[in-house]
Every structure is written in structure tokens, then in C-alpha cells.
């Protein structure tokens, strides 16, 4: 959509970015293609998406920011992406200002429900 001259993309949402992680993570996105997704479509991200997803494209770009340093390796990249993808964070809030952060995880679970779609299977 354009905006007075103006490119501006649409909310990023999580769904998106787990199933992009998931397809660099089965071979079928690059890590160049999925870093040029991922900087183009958060790049406002804190002007309109929520702590969730904020939260999680950080979770990424730490990942990638330690891969690109040389302090993980390919497959130390793949496993924490994996992890990343099977973590769920879900956050209630109360009546009051308290908020919750209750995280699960299925690691080593290779399957990756996505909005619909068969399960998609990696090797990590």
C-alpha cells in the first residue's frame, strides 16, 4: 500500500514470521532471502504489532546477529530457530496490571502447524 509516496507494509504478524523461519529452516527460503523479509517487514514494527511479536522477530534477529558474528555456527543457527519456532509465549492479562508469560515447549517436535496448511517437517 502506498501512503503519500510512501511503500508502507502491512503489520507483521507471528504466523508470518514462524512459517518464514520454517521454510528457511526446510530449505525452502534462503537465510539472505529470509533476512531481507524479515528487515523489510519489521522494520515499524514497534508503531503497530504487538509485544509478542516484537518479542519474537528479537528472538530472531539475536540468532542471526550471533550467526553473522561468527558466534554460532549453521547448525547452531538452525537448532535455535527450531527452538525458537516450537516455543509458544501466551500472555493474559488480568484484571489488574499484572501480565503472565507462560512459555511451552515441544522441541525436539519437527512438525510446524501453519494457519491451516498440512504440518510442515525439518531435520535440524
Known amino acids: 500500500m502506498r501512503v503519500g509516496g510512501v ?12 512459517e518464514h523461519v520454517a521454510n528457511y529452516l526446510a530449505g525452502k527460503e534462503s537465510l539472505d532471502s529470509f533476512e531481507d523479509w524479515l528487515v523489510e517487514h519489521s522494520w515499524n514494527m ?13 528472538e530472531v534477529e539475536i540468532r542471526l546477529s550471533e550467526y553473522s558474528s561468527g558466534h ?8 535455535e530457530l527450531y527452538q525458537i519456532l516450537n516455543n509458544n509465549s501466551v500472555v493474559i492479562d488480568l484484571e489488574t496490571t499484572t501480565r503472565t508469560r507462560l512459555r511451552t515447549s515441544s522441541f525436539p517436535t519437527t512438525h510446524f502447524p ?5 504440518p510442515l517437517e525439518v531435520s535440524v
Open 114 to 118: 501453519l494457519a491451516g496448511r498440512p
Open 72 to 79: 554460532l555456527s549453521d547448525r547452531a543457527l538452525r537448532r
Open 7 to 18: 511503500e508502507w507494509l502491512a503489520m507483521i504478524s507471528e504466523a508470518q514470521i514462524r
Open 46 to 58: 514497534h508503531l503497530d504489532s504487538s509485544e509478542s511479536v516484537q518479542d519474537l522477530v528479537n
